[in-house]
């Protein structure tokens, strides 16, 4: 009983750390991106505009990366103290790729991060530029090798276990195993959805209230066309996700599809796509369901009456839980769609830009749903973490080594306290981070310090004072 009370609060806490860390991140990789936009977009035209912009989304993106370090590091902490067996075993890869992640992201983001942050005015335009690129990329990067460690999570190749190891036989096989293909790219269009509705909603708001609305109303535009192309290619690269699942991980996809029975009593596939759904008691079907007939099989299998395995398939005890992956997914498709919809009405009002400025401030309405909207970023990308970590139990390392296997050996008392000690930590980031981050947004952006860099002398550039010779006294010139 301890054993499995151990185990279910090392889940927890775990579950608890990963919840808030991954609320950052996203918004770090996609915020660089459009900060260089921006940015770009100031250099090239020469608008002021666009250097207040760039400076004030740059002081939330600034806090925002600071919460992102406070929680990653407990992050790397809590694998160490909650899955050591875990770590030690898949140290071999996992902690290599780690290790990739803080040479080739970390390290080479910290060298630009400064110059991005503090080199206003003392380096030249084009090298600040160039300093925002190289901290967007490197954001990129970082994301990737963690999507890589998750993704081989998911879908271990290229590696044996033996003697309690993970030892690596091909690393590119490891490296790029089949769940990150479509697991990376449909991490990073959720990084710049997240981003560019960030960016949306912040705008809106200052639209809605009157203020700086010419000003704000720019990137408004700007983000709400990029919605246009962004929000239905993280649809399909979803979709080609949910393929790779089903392909490798049945059991996570009947869990998440609430897929009971690969076949009806009368021996026919079952196919239908159930819209909400509920257990029975004793965990073999579902008590009630609205279902769509066909629409799963056409959704993984792309034919009519495909067969998609149950989980009447799996053994009852490699079945992971339902309702968590079962409704976290539905709340992700909801939110997705609903996202791409306010995309597509937002690019209808924004094709012609001289009436989107002049009439954008009337459509309160329209101004109204987009600062809502900017939440829902932050509720998929939750959901979506929470399906695609519940449905891989009872597995940490799937079909190699379960959960069990890989937490630490803690008692219960020493569980609780660890629980109740990053519980606190978590909460109190989140409070300090989202404080700040209204308080900047409250204030808005700064439109009375001197533009950098302005006039004819190069960025950077600090004239030395002029030192005259002293005056030399004349002497009477012989006659």
């Not at 301890?2 to 991140?25: C, E, G, M, Q």
């Not at 769940?179 to 710049?192: K, N, Q, R, S, T």
């Not at 020493?414 to 409070?431: H, K, N, P, R, S």
Request: charge should be neutral.
């Amino acid at each position: 009983m301890n054993n499995s009370l151990s185990v279910f609060l090392s889940r927890i806490d775990f579950a608890w750390i990963t919840t808030f860390h991954i609320l950052y991140p996203p918004l770090t990789i996609g915020l660089s991106m459009l900060l260089f936009a921006f940015e770009w977009r100031w250099l090239n035209t020469g608008n002021e505009r666009w250097y207040r912009l760039t400076r004030f989304f740059e002081k939330l993106f600034i806090i925002n990366f600071g919460a992102g370090v406070a929680t990653g590091i407990t992050m790397e902490m809590a694998f160490g103290i909650l899955y050591g067996p875990f770590s030690q075993a898949a140290g071999p890869f996992f902690g290599q790729v780690l290790g990739y992640e803080t040479i080739t992201a970390f390290m080479y983001e910290a060298g630009f991060i400064g110059l991005m942050i503090f080199g206003w005015g003392k380096i030249n335009r084009k090298m600040h530029l160039f300093a925002t690129f190289n901290v967007a990329l490197s954001s990129a990067l970082s994301g990737m090798w963690i999507l890589v460690a998750n993704s081989w999570m998911q879908t271990p190749t290229g590696i044996i276990l033996k003697h309690g190891l993970f030892e690596v036989t091909d690393w590119v096989s490891a490296i790029v195993n089949p769940d990150v293909l479509y697991g990376f790219p449909h991490m990073l269009i959720a990084c710049v959805e997240l981003a560019l509705f960030f960016v949306a909603g912040v705008s809106a708001w200052f639209v809605l209230k009157n203020r700086h609305t010419e000003m704000f109303a720019r990137p408004l535009r700007y983000a709400l066309l990029a919605l246009v192309i962004i929000a239905p290619l993280q649809v399909y690269l979803g979709d080609g996700l949910g393929e790779t699942v089903a392909r490798d991980q049945p059991a996570a996809l009947a869990a998440m599809e609430g897929h009971y029975h690969t076949y009806n009593k009368n021996g026919s596939v079952n196919t239908g796509w159930h819209v909400v759904a509920w257990p029975n008691a004793k965990g073999d079907g579902n008590a009630f369901a609205i279902t769509i007939p066909h629409v799963l099989s056409l959704l993984e299998t792309r034919t009519w009456s495909g067969k998609v395995r149950g989980l009447d398939t799996i053994k009852p005890d490699d079945r992971p839980p339902v309702v968590v992956p079962f409704y976290s997914f539905r709340v992700m498709v909801a939110a997705g769609m609903f996202m791409m919809l306010v995309a597509f009405w937002g690019g209808w009002l924004a094709i012609r830009p001289n009436s989107f400025l002049a009439e954008i401030p009337q459509n309160r309405l329209f101004l109204r749903v987009v600062v809502f909207s900017a939440f829902l970023p932050y509720l998929s990308v939750w959901v979506g973490w929470w399906t695609r970590e519940v449905a891989r139990q009872p597995w940490v390392v799937y079909g190699l080594m379960r959960t069990a296997q890989g937490v630490s050996h803690m008692s219960v008392p020493l569980e609780v306290f660890w629980l109740v000690g990053y519980m606190a930590f978590e909460i109190t980031v989140f409070a300090g981070t989202w404080y700040f981050l209204a308080k900047v947004i409250r204030q808005g952006p700064d439109m009375t310090s001197p533009v950098v860099g302005e006039g004819d002398q190069p960025l950077g550039h600090i004239e030395e004072p002029k030192h005259h010779e002293p005056a030399q006294p004349e002497y009477p010139r012989p006659a």
